[in-house]
């Protein structure tokens, strides 16, 4: 098993760069700042919740990037999107990249 931490500090998203910082007692595992691109995640997360905090703070960043959250309106309605998306097609993507084509 792989033990070395995965922990981006920098990930690029529609052409733009996001600063990613890690901060102790954050209430929730993760923030989007849209204006400063900052992504900020709970620190002491496993790697696993880690990488799906980053991907979900980055789908909302798609969402503000593309204009969509404009059209979308409302807190609430972007996050169950955002979630669908976290519980529905990322296992799928991940299942297929762990295949031996890759
Ligand atoms: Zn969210």
């Known amino acids: 098993m792989n033990t070395s931490s995965y922990k981006p500090r920098q990930i690029t998203i529609g052409g733009q760069k996001y600063r990613i910082v890690y901060k102790k007692d954050l209430d929730d595992f993760g923030n989007l700042d849209v204006d400063k691109k900052i992504i900020t995640i709970r620190e002491n997360l496993n790697n696993k919740d880690r990488l799906d905090t980053l991907l979900h703070e980055a789908f909302h960043a798609c969402l503000a990037l593309s ?20 519980s529905l097609l990322l296992p799928v993507i991940k299942r297929e990249l762990r295949k031996p084509y890759f």
């Open 67 to 86: 204009g969509l959250s404009y059209l979308i309106d409302d807190e609430n309605k972007e996050e169950a999107l955002v979630r669908a998306f976290d």
